[in-house]
């Protein structure tokens, strides 16, 4: 959700990501096994630890064997049961880097969406140069008003966050004026299939395709769009964001997924260089919006 997708636009998160999700497994599972190493050293039994903790007996096999992550609180009365508080620092960033890689938006959102806007302005200060792949949604950045309520009233309805929409779009439409910053470059490629979904009223829609045609005339924008008839090279699994080469975010339903590891964004960057080279540009790329355009119109006067 942070640039316009997830839980704005919720995507499931599709095969070819199971890399990403194992990651995710992988470093909790690292976790719950640096907890039992230091339970075993106590000579403690895992029930012997939730007694002492007033834990359910089940919660310190979960934790152990990575199928519960565990909050800080978690971390720290573990380390002072089994005596380890020197590893609490330790324990704690190992969580954090967790949770960065996978942020559930339920936890994110549960002081609103406005919060999270803040949090990407700060990311987007440090970003030169984002590289951007959506397949069903317009990305944030490129949202107008309207199109940015009609994507964060499912944020509200999915995790049932506070109402605070109007700051949230506040939000949004700020970070938009770096767009217009020297310095920064933006490369978005998006499929047909993204200027046509339902996810707003057509009024609204007629809206942001005519703003997308504005913003392709500025100078850091360089905006491509697959039509229809494009034949693939790489298929165009789900959205992501290339956050200069040290970050590949993605959104999935339930969570955002950060990657790091530079294997995962030498990989993106290179699925990301196939798709933006069968995109249209320029002329081409705002001849298939004004295509587009028309058909909404059309479709609104009805049969003459």
């Known amino acids: 959700m942070p640039h316009g997708t997830t839980p704005d636009d919720g995507k499931t998160l599709p095969p070819n990501n199971a890399s990403s999700a ?14 039992r190493e230091l339970r075993q050293r ?44 020197g590893e609490t620092e330790a324990l704690l960033a190992l969580l954090h880097t967790l949770e960065l890689q996978h942020a559930e938006w339920q936890r994110q959102f549960k002081v609103g969406l406005a919060a ?15 590289r951007v792949f959506e397949s069903t949604v317009i990305p944030g950045l490129l949202q107008t008003a309207e199109y940015a309520r009609a994507r964060l009233v499912q944020g509200v309805t999915l995790f049932k966050a506070p109402n605070d929409i109007n700051d949230a779009i ?26 046509r979904f339902r996810l707003c009223s057509p009024d609204i829609m007629l809206g942001q395709l005519d703003r997308l045609i504005s913003l392709s005339a500025l100078p850091s924008v360089h905006l491509g769009i697959i039509g229809f008839e494009t034949q693939y090279v790489v298929a165009p699994w789900h959205g992501f964001w290339i956050l200069d080469n040290d970050r590949v975010m993605v959104e999935t339903y339930s969570a955002e997924l950060n990657l790091a590891q530079p294997q995962e964004v030498e990989l993106y960057s290179g699925v990301f260089e196939s798709l933006a080279g069968v995109a249209s540009y320029g002329r081409a790329a705002r001849a298939i919006i004004t295509r587009i355009i028309d058909d909404l119109v059309a479709e609104g006067e009805g049969p003459t």
């Open 170 to 195: 506040r939000g949004r439409m700020q970070r938009q004026e770096m767009l217009y910053r020297p310095g920064k470059r933006f490369h978005f490629v998006l499929t047909e299939a993204a200027l």
């Open 116 to 130: 999270h806007q803040g949090e990407l302005a700060d990311l987007d200060e440090k970003t030169r140069h984002f």
């Open 42 to 85: 106590s000579n403690l039994t895992g029930r012997q630890l939730a007694e002492s903790l007033a834990w359910p007996p089940s919660k310190v096999s979960k934790l152990e064997n990575g199928r519960q992550t565990p909050t800080d609180e978690d971390i720290r009365g573990w380390a002072s049961t089994t005596g380890s508080v």
């Open 22 to 35: 194992t990651n995710v497994q992988e470093a909790r599972r690292a976790l719950g096994q640096r907890l």
